[in-house]
């Protein structure tokens, strides 16, 4: 299942931030039943403590993932908007490392589209805005910005994103704490096997999941 999947290759920092990411995992596949999505922020004040590789088990079993460490607001916006083949929006979710080089002090007035767009992104309905040049006409366009998003970082992200997050302190696994040793080429194809599982679960699940 989801959890031992995850906690093979991760060791969390206690039994409840194990079930909790199954449970954030869970939810991003039934985002369309959801008006509202808490951000998943796995923060530590040390480095190695297992955020990044917390965020590549997420990676292979949510939907549509976008990994990124130093994205752009704009690159962001348009990922929203992305298509498949039959013209289906690819909402993708939104895996985002070294948070703290975007969010942090010396960072912060850089990124502030980047920042209001996570804070916003939680709430079903809300959107981006920004005008574009189109020959001589300036338009404007919007993109949604409602996404489920994973954020991995040192120390605190900013008060409005941290009260709108499940808060996971990682911390260094203990010598007595065995993992897995991961390999993307040996989980990948597992990690496949079980999102399609949950998709399908999903699916059957979908007028149920409607009533809440």
Same mark, same amino acid.
């Given at each position: 299942n989801i959890h031992s999947f995850a906690t093979n290759v991760v060791a969390p920092p206690a039994i409840h931030a194990g079930r909790a990411i199954t449970a954030w995992i869970s939810h991003a596949w039934c985002l369309d039943n959801f008006d509202t999505t808490p951000r998943l922020a796995l923060l530590s004040p040390e480095p190695s403590s297992g955020k990044t590789r917390a965020l590549e088990v997420i990676e292979l079993l949510v939907p549509n993932p976008k990994p990124t460490f130093n994205v752009s607001a704009a690159v962001l916006f348009r990922s929203m908007t992305l298509e498949d083949d039959a013209g289906n929006i690819l909402r993708p979710t939104i895996l985002l490392d070294e948070a703290d080089t975007i969010f942090g002090p010396r960072a912060a007035k850089e990124h502030e589209d980047l920042r209001g767009f996570i804070n916003a992104?939680?709430?079903?309905?809300a959107n981006a805005e920004r005008a574009a040049i189109r020959g001589k006409s300036v338009i404007i366009e919007t993109f949604p910005a409602f996404a489920a998003c994973a954020i991995a970082g040192l120390d605190d992200l900013p008060p409005t994103v941290m009260t709108r997050s499940i808060v996971i302190r990682m911390r260094r696994r203990a010598s007595s704490e065995i993992v897995s040793p991961y390999r993307r080429r040996i989980y990948f194809k597992?990690?496949?096997?079980?999102? @399609?599982?949950?998709?399908?679960w999903v699916a059957a @699940?979908?007028?149920e999941l409607s009533e809440y």
């Open positions: 992104g939680y709430r079903r309905g597992q990690g496949e096997a079980l999102a @399609k599982r949950i998709n399908l @699940k979908h007028d």
